[in-house]
């Protein structure tokens, strides 16, 4: 008998690791396949020899390296301001590649500047972006790749291999090559070039990892591009033809976590307010009724929340602004005042709670708070901001005042938060032991203390785990971010302009981006960046959570 | 034994019955403001959706001369009819039952896992963080992880062992409503894992201490003595992620949902549960129409009554789920086990 | 409770295995891309459903970016853009597939610029749109403007109606989308969208959002235009005479945001397409088919997709 229970104890025990580690690791290939995905996009680029075939199999036209193709010139470019001209590619005839509409390369023999049209109080004028320096001089050079490099092949022999808009080389092969007779560098595809000369058979070079790569200069750092007045920390990836990507990830993440903030900032006191009172202080009897009620706010999903938000709430909110601070500010005021007043009509008889009437009563209360805050932030805003916050803030300030903005996404996601942190929160608070409590009301101290004393320390972890989610949550909520923050990647610090949150972004731009392009693998570390960030987050919490236990703790 | 927390107090009787006369103080009037407001907001948002949907709402045009939801549903012009509205139901109930069927013994798993048979060590705390994070991914990753793994992996090798006869047309190698009930499951995981640990956390030692006392063994403890226990986590875990779960419209866009779906998940042609099938979703219906409402009066109040019939969805799973966590408080309570 | 969801368990893997037997049998067609043909693709799914009931239509539309890539992986037997196919996507499809795909003008519309009806601006010029839209203003070479008030200084308002004071508020669509692209070319020069441009995802959420708010402008495809909000007449530079975008003008092929909308296909070289495919081409380019096109807004496009008719299908 004995060992039949034993038996069943250690196959269980087995089982159970054995599925929860298999769980665990699909978790894990979820991590992995976002690194996996992601971390190519830093390869450094190394040139190597590579022998030329002159047939190339695969659906791609037939490369044709003869003198005569050579002199073909199918990958010309417009504005390139020199006479090595000359790109051999296999793409398909039809397709003539553009790198670059916004910039061009004005060559010398020892420098090279890429310039743009600039912007300016009288028109467009040209100014450099970069300059990249060859002190040996020029010997060849290629021309501009649709992976926006080319290839300078300089009189010592050595080869470069540049990117447009970064004076560095990406890739150098140093071993020096017999110049003589070399005049011109053709791509063969994104990855090859070839150094040509008149009586030999062409040299060709190819560079790994050349077309996916960025550095993280480029995702985090500020960056002058084309056609752009000044440097800037801009998301916008390429699309279309010739438009150069921008890849910068801080609008991203400052936009997801300002929209975070928001949130939590108008749901976090909502919901450990409710839950200390539905946990602590109300009637355990009512708990059945009120606490399935309040949780009833997460049948509300995210898209609804949205839906509504966008075609409702926006048009309104956009008039109701000072309302709403208005609201927002004196509500609690006047409903802890009324505490004040009238608590000496709420006395608790030995052994009885307090009267069923005072949920009722605040509601009340409530009603006549919102009313009158409305009304006070209406008239405030008559009499010190001539009629309109909006236009007072935007005209004396220069702050912008968006219909998108961060006041209506912390609404909107403070409400798609809230169950969670009070749901969570309730439980923790609910299931502490009576005598944490009990121990100080005895001893005189109020209800208020006996919670903050008592009751607190115990329950923190749970409040805290409950916090954790509830800001995951709004890190990772994708549809009201998507219809409601304007998407616009301004990384603005004033809740009443817009954002851009990279969970709306991966919606946008994942399902289109081609499989393992430069822009799939930016958004795949976008998550990645997100990722860390909250790691970090999670990881002091759970710190927090640690200590507080072996503190407080109640189990083991 | 009867644990001494505030949650076995009966009827009326308080937790502050000292014998002393109190006066309700500022901080429980503030609190109580709260949890009025929170109640408050949950009729007001219900009110709102009801007016949008029936009374036609009032969006520029003169309220009260455009047509309500159901004359809109009737004309018919598809694909918002009435039948796709019950087609989005039903796929919307079958993919949220499915996924609850996946997580909830997932969920159960990992978390007895990790509190009872993994011990304390770092490496633990960094799984528990790392579940923590998982909350935290937007949840378009979970599409593409589900459908490059589930869909593109896992169902390619389904269909090469099971339905070979069918190659080259996908039967389980394609979107469909299992694959996007498993990866709703993985976005909701971490919900239901910390809620239940939370749950096995709060449990006195005493509790675990004595059944080992009494000779039983860990497996007998765990299912005997702790899950039962913490049944109302385990609820409340399930609770928030059906919540979550038929919300997020991201994810089921990549793994199974279409605009249109000709034929029902559930039918009485065996095998009764296709779950290969693609299926309609209220969810993605209200995300459709917000962005490509049909030109015409009736487009807000059409999104109106989809969203209402998401939000009543919703709320019968919850409640059902609700109603079955109060059972399971008075069940337990009784048996002297709490 | 844990026996019951065993038992769940069991039969739901039990009928994993029994799952060959559900009915799967009609022919689907799959159709990827754009938005503004949304309205458009989703009548002629309708009345192409009530023709041949035997065949499913599946729509996804998003924006134009999504066409080339299902193409190129062979999910999508059509793919619907507002813009032809770029030159990247050309390669990648030619690299991938080793042919290119095949395009026909199904339709014609226009880029309609809208505000708000408080707004007292009729009409507007292409480099007051690049001022206000682009961040390089690449095509306008002046300054940029954030405000109506200095756009009102600058003579816009030809009504008697009070001026909004406002700042800006420009939508757009996300970048997937065709018209995106094809704003960016057109109006800004191929020049940058500034950050604050709002991006929403779909043409009904840019009118929703220029209805509710006066300061709002945004451009959407001329079948999307709704009379709860104006369409601003465009002046090019070198011209005097507005034209006039309201109504059925949009429609004509006057406005200089005139663009053909494309319907692609793929076929392998010596590969005739499908009956389904056939058959539902044939209806677009019937007369039910063109019938359908002009009351949703649109104009013609031209001969390609008969002649491609008649050498393909026969």
Known sequence: MANRRLIVDVVAAAAIKVASVSVLLVILGMFAQIAITALPLFESPSISIGTLSTTRTGPAADLRVSQDSVANDVGSLPGFVDDHRLGVSNIHPAVAPEPTKGSWLDVRDTIIEQLHLKAGSDGLAPSVITRYFIPAGIQAMSSISLSRHFVVLDRAGVIHVYRLGRSQARATFKEPVEVSGINRVGWLDENTFAL???????????????????????LFSFRQYEGYPLPTLTWQPRVVDGAESKYSLVPLLWGTMSAALFSL?????????????????????????????????????????????????????????????????????????????????????????????????????????????????????????????????????????????????????????????????????????????????????????????????????????????????????????????????????????GMRSVAATLAIELPEAAVDSTHYRVLFFSALALFVLTFFINTCAQLLRRRWRRRYGVAA | MRSDTLSDLQGEESAFATGAVRRAGVMLWLTSGMAVSAVVLLIGMLCLLSWLAFAGGAFGAEAGQLPGALEVLSQGQSPYTAEALFSAVVGTITVTLLMTLVVAPLGILVAVYLHVYAGEHWYTDLVRIGIHNLAGVPSIIYGVFGLGFFVYWVGGGVDEWFFSNSLPRATFGTPGILWAAITLALLTLPTVIVSVEEGLLRLPASLREGSFALGATRFETVVGVLL??????????????????????????????????????????????????????????????????PAGDGRIALIAVVALSLVLVTMSLTTFAAVLRGRFRYQYAQEGLL | ?????????????????????????????????????????????????????????????????????????????????????SNNELMDFSRTRGFLPQGFIVARDSLAVIANHQNPADSISLEDLDRIFSIGRLCSGRSAVTTWRELVDQGIAESGAPPITGRINPLGRTAVSGSYGFFKSNVLCGGDFHSRVVELPGFAAIIRTVEADPNAIGYVGSSFVESSVKVLALQEPNKDASTDMSGKAARRDLSPLTRDLYLYLTLAPGELPSASECAFLRFVASKQGQDILIESGFMHGDDSLSEGLRVSCG
């Not at chain 1, 040509?196 to 480029?218: G, I």
């Not at chain 1, 121990?439 to 954790?468: C, E, K, N, R, T």
């Not at chain 3, 060959?20 to 891309?33: D, E, K, R, Y």
Request: proline share 6%.
């Open chain 2, 228 to 293: 039962p226990a913490t049944m109302t986590s385990v609820v409340t875990g399930v609770i928030l992620a059906v919540a979550r779960a038929t919300g997020e419209v991201a994810p089921l866009m990549l793994v199974g949902v279409v605009k249109y779906a000709p034929s029902l998940p559930v039918s009485v042609q065996a095998p009764f549960i296709h779950l290969e099938q693609k299926f309609m979703h209220l969810g993605y219906l209200v995300y459709d129409l917000t962005l490509h409402a």
């Open chain 3, 1 to 85: 409770m844990k026996n019951r969801s065993a038992r769940r368990l069991v039969v739901v893997l039990a009928t994993c295995l029994f799952a060959s037997m559900s009915a799967q049998g009609a022919a689907t067609l799959s159709i990827v891309g754009s938005d503004t043909m949304s309205r458009l693709v989703t009548a002629w799914g309708d009345a192409f459903r009530a023709a041949r009931p035997d065949i499913t239509i599946e729509i996804q539309v998003s924006g134009s970016a999504a066409a080339p890539p299902a193409l190129t992986q062979q999910v999508a037997n059509f793919g619907v853009m507002s813009r032809p196919f």
């Open chain 1, 196 to 218: 040509y000369s008149h009586e030999q058979q062409p040299l060709v070079r190819s560079v790994k990892a050349l077309t996916n790569t960025l550095s993280l200069a480029d």
């Open chain 1, 265 to 497: 900032m108008l749901a976090l006191p909502v919901a450990l307010g409710a839950a200390i009172y539905v946990g602590y202080y109300m009637p355990p009897v009512f708990r059945e009724a009120i606490k399935p009620m309040i949780e009833m706010i997460a049948a509300f999903p995210g898209v609804v929340i949205a839906g509504i938000a966008m075609l409702w709430l926006a048009p309104r909110l956009q008039y109701a602004l000072a309302e709403f601070i208005g609201i927002v500010l004196t509500v609690p005021i006047i409903v802890a005042l009324s505490g004040l007043f009238l608590n000496r009509y709420f006395q608790t008889k030995p052994g009885r709670h307090f009267s069923k009437r005072l949920p009722m009563v605040v509601l009340l209360v409530l009603a006549i708070a919102i009313y009158s805050g409305a009304k006070l932030g209406e008239g405030v805003e008559g009499l010190f901001f001539e009629g309109s916050v909006v236009l007072w803030l935007e005209h004396y300030y220069g702050l912008s005042v968006s219909y998108f903005n961060g006041v209506l996404v912390g609404i909107a996601l403070g409400i798609a938060v809230f169950p969670t942190i009070f749901s969570l929160a309730e439980e923790a608070i609910f299931a502490t032991p009576k005598g944490a409590a009990t121990g100080s009301l005895a001893l005189g101290a109020s209800q208020w203390q006996s919670f903050i004393d008592g009751v607190l320390p115990i329950a923190a972890p749970g409040i805290v785990a409950a916090i954790m989610l509830g800001l995951s949550r709004a890190i990772g909520e994708t549809m009201i971010l998507l219809l409601l923050s304007g998407n616009t990647p301004i990384q603005s610090s004033s809740p009443l302009e």
